[in-house]
């Protein structure tokens, strides 16, 4: 069994509302008796995209287990290298493998710089190929980016939402080790079918998403931050969602 954290959303602004609501999600996935084996943070760690706010979330997360990150469409590539990742600021897309208890994760990066909506460039659909083809038979395997595929059914975040899934679903589909796909940006916590697979997409931390039937301000402020567990087990998946106190 591998059990997986999710935060996400962040939006780490300089300002000491988003930066206690993170603190807080951290502070409960720290005090917790049993830990996860990693966390995935699955995007818009930052507000604006500026060196500070990726090294405050670098302390954040500074965790005493895997700490696995994507970007979203708030986020710059090349700060977001420098200040969290602690590598040369670069522009090119940030893909990364992780092996965590025999399971692949996938940390994609399906963003497009100064555009709210994701795309599955060439070079990460090559990068996700080359990599689920190049595993261990029988080796389960997860997706995470920031953009759901799939409608939301509220017009923030399908506004934003990832372009041409079919390209998306044409490659898990080819890959039958695929358990599941994550992702987050719609601040809301939901689960839809993705290609034959679970597709969970994670609350987020700074707000939440209040849905057309709820009310008219989509922007809740008032709900506390929110989280996800994910447990894969003999290659299925199974997830629980915290409100935190």
């Known amino acids: 069994m591998v059990l997986l954290a999710q935060l996400s959303d962040l939006h780490l602004d300089g300002t000491a509302r988003t930066a206690t609501r993170a603190a807080r999600a951290v502070e409960h996935l720290r005090a917790l008796p049993t830990p996860p084996d990693a966390l995935l943070v699955t995007g818009d760690i930052a507000d604006h995209g500026a060196l500070a706010e990726y090294e405050l979330a670098a302390r954040l997360l500074d965790l005493p287990f895997p700490v696995l990150t994507c970007p979203g469409n708030h986020d710059v590539r090349a700060a977001f290298r420098e200040g969290l990742l602690g590598e040369a600021p670069s522009d090119r897309p940030i893909n990364r493998l992780h092996l965590v208890g025999g399971l692949a994760v996938l940390m994609c990066d399906v963003t497009v710089p100064g555009r709210d909506e994701g795309v599955l460039s060439e070079e990460t659909r090559e990068w996700i190929d080359e990599v689920l083809g190049g595993l261990a038979p029988g080796t389960p395997s997860v997706l995470a980016f920031h953009q759901p595929p799939v409608p939301m059914h509220h017009p923030l975040p399908d506004e934003g939402r990832l372009r041409e899934p079919e390209r998306l679903a044409a490659l898990v589909e080819r890959h039958p080790g695929v358990v599941a796909v994550i992702t987050g940006h719609a601040h809301t916590a939901a689960a839809a079918r993705f290609a034959g697979r679970p597709l969970v997409v994670g609350p987020a931390t700074t707000w939440t998403l209040r ?35």
């Open 211 to 245: 849905l057309p039937w709820e009310g008219p301000d989509a922007a809740d402020r008032d709900q506390p931050p929110a989280l996800a567990y994910h447990v894969v087990k003999g290659g299925e998946l199974t997830t629980h969602f915290r409100v935190l106190p």
